[in-house]
C-alpha cells in the first residue's frame, strides 16, 4: 500500500450527497494524527525532523496533519515493522515513489499538449517540420544526397 494508492474514500461519487473529503487538507492536529496512524506523537515529530512526513504548520508553529500524511505515516510504520526497511531507506523509498508521480503527472501533461489529433512532429525528407501520426515512423525517401554537418554554422 503506497500513500498515493491510500487515499480515504470520497463522499459525493455515484449520486452521494455527502461532501467531499479533501485528503490533502491539512487539518488534523498531531495527536489526532498519532491515534490515526497508531503511533506516539513523539514519532510524528521524529518523522517530521527526519524529512519523512511534512506537515503543515499553523501560526503559532503547531503541526497540521492531511490524511495523505496519515496514510504515509502508516506505510512507513509498514515498510518499518513489516519489511525491516531502515528510516534512511525509507526516506529513499518516499522520495523515489514522488518523483515516480511527478513523473506520471508530466506524462499526463504532455499527453494532453499531443491532445485529441494524437499528432507528433517529425522532420521530413527535406528537414522541413511535418505533422506524422502517433506510433508510426515516417516513411524514408532514399535520395542519395551526401549532407555534409559543419557545426559553426547554425
Same mark, same amino acid.
Given at each position: 500500500?503506497?500513500?498515493?494508492?491510500?487515499?480515504?474514500?470520497?463522499?459525493?461519487?455515484?449520486?452521494?450527497?455527502?461532501? &467531499?473529503? !479533501?485528503?490533502? %487538507? %491539512?487539518? +488534523?492536529?498531531?495527536?489526532?494524527?498519532?491515534?490515526?496512524?497508531?503511533?506516539?506523537?513523539?514519532? @510524528?515529530? &521524529?518523522?517530521?525532523? @527526519?524529512?519523512?512526513?511534512?506537515?503543515?504548520?499553523?501560526?503559532?508553529?503547531?503541526?497540521?496533519?492531511?490524511?495523505? !500524511?496519515?496514510?504515509?505515516?502508516?506505510?512507513?510504520?509498514? +515498510?518499518?515493522?513489516? !519489511?525491516?526497511?531502515? +528510516?534512511?531507506?525509507? %526516506?529513499?523509498?518516499?522520495? +523515489?515513489?514522488?518523483?515516480?508521480?511527478?513523473?506520471?503527472?508530466?506524462?499526463?501533461?504532455?499527453?494532453?499538449?499531443?491532445?485529441?489529433?494524437?499528432?507528433?512532429?517529425?522532420?521530413?525528407?527535406?528537414?522541413?517540420?511535418?505533422? /506524422?501520426?502517433? /506510433?508510426?515512423?515516417?516513411?524514408?525517401?532514399?535520395?542519395?544526397?551526401?549532407?555534409?554537418? !559543419?557545426?559553426?554554422?547554425?
Amino acid at each position: 500500500m503506497s500513500p498515493a494508492s491510500a487515499d480515504p474514500p470520497l463522499g459525493g461519487e455515484g449520486g452521494d450527497d455527502r461532501p &467531499q473529503v !479533501d485528503v490533502d %487538507a %491539512a487539518v +488534523l492536529p498531531i495527536s489526532v494524527a498519532a491515534e490515526l496512524a497508531g503511533m506516539h506523537p513523539q514519532t @510524528l515529530r &521524529q518523522y517530521d525532523r @527526519l524529512g519523512l512526513v511534512e506537515p503543515r504548520r499553523t501560526a503559532g508553529r503547531g503541526r497540521r496533519y492531511s490524511l495523505r !500524511d496519515v496514510a504515509t505515516l502508516r506505510e512507513v510504520q509498514r +515498510l518499518s515493522q513489516e !519489511d525491516g526497511v531502515n +528510516l534512511a531507506g525509507i %526516506a529513499r523509498i518516499l522520495e +523515489l515513489e514522488r518523483q515516480v508521480r511527478s513523473l506520471g503527472d508530466e506524462v499526463e501533461r504532455l499527453r494532453g499538449l499531443v491532445g485529441a489529433h494524437r499528432r507528433v512532429f517529425t522532420a521530413g525528407a527535406t528537414g522541413d517540420v511535418v505533422a /506524422g501520426q502517433m /506510433g508510426r515512423r515516417p516513411s524514408r525517401i532514399r535520395t542519395g544526397a551526401l549532407v555534409l554537418w !559543419d557545426p559553426r554554422r547554425r
